[in-house]
């Protein structure tokens, strides 16, 4: 079920370093959310807590609330894998493992978390890559490696791997940089399609691509090299494409700086 995200005066640290400083911002069920902004503002930084995948590095931390449906993932007792599990995430790059075969990479997840029948694993297989619109694509190869694929099916067969463990949330961190436009062009029709039934975040360097997939979009900026990324303004993508309320977001959207 598609959940809603709340942040409220979320601030993330490196260390000493200040990277992200009071973030507020709601992400409602079932639609996208983008984040956009020039490079080292941290846009990619604040996805990554979502999910507490920024705990990967050493001394990174977060203060403030980020909660989901109203629960604070980061409550003491919380466990990072359960919520890794209920919100998913989708790299820049594809990243498949290459040497498993298509079947298995989708059910990776499943059979972590112990599922060994093998009806099941077929059915969850099968529906998760129809779920990302891969299925008539490899359904004669589901044995062979996932590394043989192209590039734009290998980041397809990722987003089947992210929702056959049934997340409430997607989470997406350029998922199109590394494609060529027409398997771009299909990934973003399959958003069109996941935000029926998921919540989704996506951070894109490409404005384009956030104007035509998103419902809302949020602009980060950092005022110099070493101060901490803030957002600047989050609405409704139409209105920040078209009146923005604040200066610095139209200036980067039309492209006077970024």
């Known amino acids: 079920m598609a959940k809603r995200i709340d942040l409220k005066d979320v601030d ?4 000493a370093f200040h990277a992200v400083q009071n973030v507020n911002l709601t992400v409602i069920p079932r639609s996208v959310t983008a984040f956009i902004g020039p490079s ?5 930084t604040v996805l990554r807590t979502l999910n507490r995948m920024h705990e990967e ?12 449906d109203g629960e604070n993932i980061y409550d003491r007792g919380t466990d990072a894998v359960a919520v890794r599990r209920t919100i998913g995430m989708v790299f820049q790059m594809p990243n498949p493992f290459p040497t498993m075969s298509v079947r298995d990479n989708v059910v990776a997840g499943l059979k972590l978390q112990g599922v060994r029948d093998k009806k099941k694993l077929d059915e969850v297989c099968e529906a998760s890559l129809r779920g990302a619109n891969l299925w008539k694509e490899v359904k004669d190869r589901l044995d062979k490696p996932g590394g043989g694929l192209s590039g734009g099916q290998q980041q397809r067969l990722c987003i089947a791997r992210a929702i056959a ?7 997406m961190d350029e998922p199109c940089s590394a494609l ?3 398997s771009t062009l299909a990934i973003e029709d399959l958003i069109a399609d996941l935000k029926k039934e998921y ?3 996506i951070v894109t360097h490409n404005m384009q691509q956030a ?6 979009t949020g602009f980060f900026n950092l005022e110099a090299t070493g101060k901490p990324g803030h957002l600047v303004e989050i609405d409704d993508t ?3 494409f078209s009146n923005p309320t604040q200066q610095a977001t139209e200036d980067y959207i039309s492209g006077r700086f970024g």
């Open 12 to 15: 993330i640290y490196y260390g």
């Open 40 to 44: 080292g503002c941290g846009k990619s």
């Open 57 to 68: 590095i050493a001394g990174a931390r977060v203060e403030g609330e980020i909660l989901l």
């Open 165 to 171: 463990v049934q997340p409430d949330v997607l989470l």
């Open 180 to 182: 060529d436009p027409i």
């Open 199 to 201: 919540t989704i975040v």
């Open 211 to 216: 104007a035509r997939v998103s419902d809302q």
């Open 238 to 240: 139409e209105k920040i």
